[in-house]
């Protein structure tokens, strides 16, 4: 009765929290045999997200990489996580082509998929999950959690019970921007756990805040069995707790694991090479910081604006920014801030504060998310900004939008033979030309060589140097003399 488990984030939400989702095939195929060992419940392992990036920055085909994980995971349950009403933000793709990306995911090796939708409408989400279903994949639903005066009890209670109906394999407490504290945890936890209808409860946080931690083991003594983790240097930060820490401390409190935490050291150790390696940052424990739970971004966001305002020389301006995001969700009716509407959010209130004035400037996904097309936020939209909206011409034309509806068979008809089915699937998220690229780079490498690597990013941190002139290094029978030239 006391055995937890834990779902293994380190590939997916710890790579996209901690890495940008720069993990390539083979940091993972060095180290999946070893994980496949470790005892996991599951391993959480790729995204919609992700296979975007693989196409678009990595040159991988991320079919592929599903293929060739899965043949070094054999007893590995690989989840995916995906909206649970589209395979793409901007393009609702239900019918045939949602069943038919479920399809391929599980012909590909996946046995589940953790779906999310992002105003909590449980409606919204049920294709998804008859889809997911019927491909013969395991599902969890999630329930995200927010905070605001319309985020209720009441309010979970029956977003689990519209979870319920649904019949996933489990439902899931979804955190994005680690706003769990362990007090809400010990009133939110029983709640959802009367109205869960028998199915189980995992918790899925991010230690934005500091407090995951201890929200875990909070929901641990009330009965919750499954965790999402990320192993060490891939935990903590704006990523899951530590698997390591978070096993030391519910071995303490007489709980137990079948986790192997011998290999999660080996594990461990080759991320923290990776990210040595590669220049990555590592997960570090953070400091409490209350002004997350008013403007509750989350931590990838944040790190993600900071670098836009540098790179427009308004770096100094993002606690103005963050101080608007406050009044912008409250203006838009409490959005939950998870992709897109935390985007959305943080977009507005740059504009605010760049152009000096508010809502001089309002961008399309802002005025269909307060039009109501993103989903139903819990909270009337401020009248005022409904106004503005409407006083502009683009706001009267989207008063009537509506999603384009993408079956496999337009796709085929739009994009014309030569793709296979795997290929016109990821035209859904990225154009020919990405496509075209990453054909063209080949097949994806699958060996991960660490050689030349640290004695390359030495010279690299050493010519940064602006008061050395002269730099020697010398190891056995290899020497290196680099000297910088007059003009320099």
Known sequence: MNEIEIVDTSMRDANASQWGEKMNTAMMMKI?????????????????????????YLRENPWDRMRMLKKLLPDTLLSYMMLGNTLHLFKLTPGP?????????AKVGLGRVTLMECSNDMENMAPGVRYAQNAGLKVIAAVIYSHSPYHTDEYFAQKTRDAAKMKPDAIYLKDPGGLLTPERICTLVPIMQKN????????????????????????????????????????????QPATENFLRNARLLGYTSSVNEELLEAIANHFREVARNEGFPVGAPVEYELFQYEHQVPGGVISNLRRQLADIKFEHRLKEVLEDCVLVRKELGYPIMVTPFSQFVVTQASLNVIQGERYKTITDEFMMCALGHYGKPPAPVDPKVLDRIMSLPRGKELVHWTRPQISFEDLRREIGPGYSEEELLLLILVNEKD??????????PTEYSTTGRSLLNLIKELSKRKNSNYIKIQKNNFSLTLKKNAEA
Do not use: Q
């Open 32 to 56: 999946a045999p070893v994980m496949n060992r470790a005892g996991f419940k599951a391993m959480d392992c790729t995204s919609i997200s992700h296979f975007e990036y693989a196409v678009r």
């Open 97 to 105: 082509a949602m069943g038919l990306w479920m399809e391929n995911l």
């Open 196 to 239: 869960l209808s028998g199915y189980p409860l995992e918790i899925h946080s991010h230690c934005t805040t500091g407090l995951a931690p201890l929200c875990y083991l909070e929901a641990m003594k009330l009965g919750v069995k499954t965790f999402h983790c990320a192993v060490g240097p891939m935990g903590n930060g704006p990523s």
């Open 435 to 444: 496509l075209k690229t990453m054909k063209e780079a080949g097949p994806i």
